[in-house]
C-alpha cells in the first residue's frame, strides 16, 4: 500500500537518496548527477515560501519517491505537481502510477477539476508516462532556462 508522509528538512537524507537514485533526472533539471544538502535545504526553503506541500511516499516501509505539489498555483489558480520522483529502485513496477493514483485522490477531496504539472521537455519518457495516466499537453514554457511541456489532466 502507497502512503504519504509529510518531507521536512530532518528527512534530508532519505530525500537525497531518491533523488541520487536518479542521475540522468538531475543532469536533466539541474546540471549535475548528484545533489547535496545545500540543494535540499534551497528546494525546501523555496517550497515553504510558495506553499508547496513536499510528500515522501511510501510504500509498506520504504521510501520509494518524493512528490511535490500546490493546491492553487498563483499564476492559473489550479493544482500543480511540481516534483514527482521515484527512487530507481522500485521504478518500472506500477508504483509510480499507485502514488500517483493516491495523490490525485487526494487533491480530488480539495475539490478541483484539473491536475497540471510541466515536464522537461528533453524528457520523452516522463512525458510518454504522463501521456499514460490521462495528461494531455497544453502549452510549452522556458522555466530557469529550460523548455519544458506543460500538460493538464481533467480529473
Known sequence: MIR????HMGQW??????????????RLSKDKETVE?????S???EAVKRGIIRLLIIKDSEYIGLVDYTLN???DRTPWISLFVIHKRFQGAGHSKAAH?????????E?????????????????????????EPFKEVVYEGRLHCCMEKIL
Open 4 to 7: 504519504f508522509e509529510i518531507n
Open 13 to 26: 537524507e532519505v530525500e537525497q537518496g531518491i533523488m541520487n537514485s536518479n542521475p540522468a533526472y538531475n
Open 37 to 41: 544538502y545545500d540543494d535540499i535545504y
Open 43 to 45: 528546494e525546501h526553503t
Open 73 to 75: 498555483n498563483p499564476k
Open 101 to 109: 493514483e493516491q495523490l490525485e485522490h487526494l487533491i480530488r477531496n
Open 111 to 135: 475539490s478541483p477539476t484539473k491536475l497540471r504539472l510541466a515536464v522537461h521537455k528533453e524528457n520523452d519518457l516522463g512525458i510518454r508516462f504522463w501521456k499514460k495516466l490521462g495528461y
